[in-house]
């Protein structure tokens, strides 16, 4: 019955990934190789996480196109952000090659929350994910 339930919001979290974003994608910053960051701000929403905690939902995109190592994708990201804490966690993640085509994609099976290191391209998509107003 575990496997159903994570396989169940395995599937959830790709078609969040997939339906309705992109359209507003606010720049974070880039990465100390080249990859920028953002954050689409459509995706916000509050919720409350497994615990009852407040949380930020976000879908964060990373390009790494003007990465000189390695062929030029995007990676998409849901996050739940607890901000009042400063922590993180991936619920999932899907990949994509240059021409836009879904090369990999998985959904973590019970993700734990991660401090956000401040300075970080993480933190500042943190920063901007909950400053943004929700929508």
């Known amino acids: 019955m575990v496997f159903g339930a994570a396989n169940g919001m395995m599937q959830l979290a790709m078609a969040f990934l997939m339906a309705g974003t992109g359209d507003n994608w606010a720049y974070v910053s880039a990465g100390k190789q080249g990859a920028i960051w953002y954050v689409d701000t459509s995706s916000l929403r509050d919720e409350r996480d497994d615990d009852g905690q407040p949380v930020r939902r976000a879908i964060i995109k990373t390009q790494y196109a003007a990465v000189s190592t390695g062929p ?29 085509q879904e090369t990999r994609t998985y959904a973590y099976p019970t993700p734990a929350y991660d401090v956000v290191v401040p300075g970080t391209v993480l933190a500042s998509a943190m920063a901007k994910a909950c400053s943004t107003t929700a929508q």
Do not use: V
């Open 72 to 100: 030029a994708k995007d990676i998409k990201r849901l996050i739940l952000f607890n901000c009042q804490e400063e922590i993180s966690k991936t619920i999932s993640y899907t990949e994509y090659d240059a021409t836009g």
